[in-house]
C-alpha cells in the first residue's frame, strides 16, 4: 500500500504564537516529506525558533530562508539542507533531484485556490512528481491532499517578492512582470540510505494526526495570539491527540 502525506496546517499546530509560523511549518513538512524526520520527533516550534535565533514575540516575527538554514544545521546536522537562490531552471533541476523546498512566496500571486484568504508573505513546500508540481501550503486543512500548481505560478509568487525586472503595469488591477524570476528556498534531501515517502497527491490522504480543522483560516487567529491553541484544545478535550 502506498502512503501518503497531507497538509502540515500551521493555525493549529500545537505551539504556534500569533500565527506566523508559516517559514517553520513549510520546512517541517520538507524535512518529514524527505524522510529525513519523523513528525511525532520533529523540534518544537520554540526549539526551532530558539535554533534560528528569532524567539516569537507579539506582532508579525516570521523568519526567512537564511534562519531556516541556521536552524537547520543546528538541530539536525546530518540533514542535506541548502539554500537556493536563483532562478526557474535551477529551481526544477534540485526538485528533479529529489530535493523539496521550503519556498517563499507572495501569497496574492498563487493561484486563487491557493492564497486561502492571505495575501502576504508566506512560506509553501513544493514536491515535483511524474513531471509535475505540487504544492503543500501550511494555510490548507490539515491532513488535505496536495494541490498541483504550474511553473508559472510558482515562478509568479516567488518572482512577486523577491526578484523580477520592472513591473509592468498595464492592465487595470493586475501587475505583470517580464525577466527573470527569482527563487529564494531552502531545499532538503533524504539522508543516505533513507528512502522519501510515495505520495498520491490528489488521493486518499493518511496525516500523521488527522484533526478536524477547516480551511480557509480565520483571519481573527492572527490578532489573537491564544485563539489557535484555545480552539485546538476545545475539539480535542476528549481524545488522545493531545501532547503530554
Same mark, same amino acid.
Given at each position: 500500500?502506498? +502512503?501518503?502525506?497531507?497538509?502540515?496546517?500551521?493555525?493549529? *499546530?500545537? %505551539?504556534? %504564537?500569533?500565527?506566523?509560523?508559516? *517559514?517553520?511549518?513549510?520546512?517541517? *513538512?520538507?524535512?518529514?516529506?524527505?524522510?529525513?524526520?519523523?513528525?511525532?520527533?520533529?523540534?518544537?516550534?520554540?526549539?526551532?525558533?530558539?535554533?534560528?535565533? $528569532?524567539?516569537?514575540?507579539?506582532?508579525?516575527?516570521?523568519?526567512?530562508?537564511?534562519?531556516?538554514?541556521?536552524? &537547520? =544545521?543546528?538541530?539536525?546536522?546530518?540533514?542535506? +539542507? $541548502?539554500?537556493?537562490? %536563483?532562478?526557474?531552471? !535551477?529551481?526544477?533541476?534540485?526538485?528533479?533531484?529529489?530535493?523539496?523546498?521550503?519556498?517563499?512566496?507572495?501569497?496574492?500571486? #498563487?493561484?486563487?485556490?491557493?492564497?486561502?484568504?492571505?495575501? !502576504?508573505?508566506?512560506?509553501?513546500?513544493?514536491?515535483?512528481? !511524474?513531471?509535475?508540481?505540487?504544492?503543500?501550503?501550511?494555510?490548507?486543512?490539515?491532513?488535505?491532499? &496536495?494541490?498541483?500548481?504550474?511553473?508559472?505560478?510558482?515562478?509568479?509568487?516567488?518572482?512577486?517578492?523577491?526578484?523580477?525586472?520592472?513591473?509592468?503595469?498595464?492592465?487595470?488591477?493586475?501587475? $505583470?512582470?517580464?525577466? @527573470? *524570476?527569482?527563487?529564494?528556498?531552502?531545499?532538503?534531501? +533524504?539522508?543516505? %540510505?533513507?528512502?522519501?515517502? =510515495?505520495? #498520491?497527491?490528489? !488521493?486518499?490522504?493518511?496525516? +500523521?494526526?488527522?484533526?478536524? &480543522?477547516?480551511?480557509?483560516?480565520?483571519?481573527?487567529?492572527?490578532? @489573537?495570539?491564544?485563539?489557535?491553541?484555545?480552539?485546538? @484544545?476545545?475539539?480535542?478535550?476528549?481524545?488522545?491527540?493531545?501532547?503530554?
Amino acid at each position: 500500500m502506498t +502512503a501518503s502525506l497531507g497538509v502540515f496546517n500551521q493555525v493549529h *499546530w500545537v %505551539g504556534v %504564537g500569533d500565527v506566523d509560523e508559516c *517559514w517553520i511549518i513549510a520546512t517541517f *513538512w520538507a524535512l518529514v516529506a524527505s524522510g529525513g524526520v519523523e513528525r511525532e520527533k520533529l523540534p518544537s516550534i520554540e526549539a526551532f525558533r530558539k535554533a534560528a535565533g $528569532r524567539p516569537d514575540r507579539p506582532g508579525p516575527t516570521g523568519g526567512n530562508n537564511y534562519l531556516i538554514l541556521k536552524a &537547520l =544545521k543546528r538541530l539536525e546536522p546530518g540533514i542535506d +539542507a $541548502r539554500l537556493y537562490v %536563483g532562478g526557474a531552471s !535551477g529551481f526544477t533541476n534540485m526538485l528533479k533531484r529529489g530535493y523539496i523546498a521550503s519556498l517563499s512566496v507572495n501569497s496574492k500571486y #498563487l493561484p486563487p485556490n491557493l492564497q486561502y484568504g492571505f495575501k !502576504g508573505a508566506h512560506q509553501i513546500s513544493v514536491y515535483f512528481q !511524474g513531471g509535475k508540481y505540487y504544492v503543500m501550503n501550511p494555510l490548507a486543512k490539515e491532513g488535505s491532499p &496536495l494541490q498541483s500548481i504550474t511553473l508559472a505560478d510558482l515562478q509568479r509568487a516567488a518572482g512577486s517578492l523577491f526578484g523580477h525586472n520592472q513591473p509592468i503595469k498595464n492592465m487595470p488591477g493586475e501587475d $505583470r512582470f517580464v525577466g @527573470d *524570476w527569482l527563487f529564494h528556498a531552502v531545499f532538503i534531501k +533524504a539522508k543516505p %540510505g533513507t528512502q522519501p515517502p =510515495k505520495f #498520491l497527491p490528489l !488521493g486518499g490522504v493518511a496525516s +500523521a494526526r488527522p484533526r478536524d &480543522l477547516n480551511a480557509p483560516i480565520i483571519v481573527r487567529d492572527y490578532i @489573537d495570539p491564544y485563539a489557535a491553541r484555545r480552539l485546538y @484544545d476545545a475539539r480535542h478535550k476528549d481524545d488522545n491527540l493531545l501532547p503530554e
